[in-house]
């Protein structure tokens, strides 16, 4: 799953890197899962819906999208 967090785009990188390094070992099973799977996207897609430009076509990827940037200070809180 680390590999998969190497991203094309450096800014998703970043994001992607910082938060597996802080929050990884507090997600349950389920949200690890959710992880994964939301890193199996390309990475335009990630970017507009980590920026808040579009919203993830299901449930389970806007959550974990949520839990990303609700656990990373360089997001603005909404």
Request: charged letters at 25%; aromatic letters at 12%.
């Amino acid at each position: 799953m680390l590999w998969h967090c190497r991203r094309g785009m450096l800014e998703l990188d970043i994001i992607f890197q910082r938060f597996t390094k802080q929050h990884l070992e507090t997600l349950s099973a389920q949200e690890v899962d959710h992880f994964e799977h939301l890193l199996t996207y390309p990475d335009p897609d990630l970017y507009a819906w980590l920026m808040g430009y579009e919203s993830p076509p299901s449930q389970e990827l806007q959550d974990i999208v949520a839990i990303i940037k609700n656990r990373d200070s360089t997001f603005p809180v909404e």
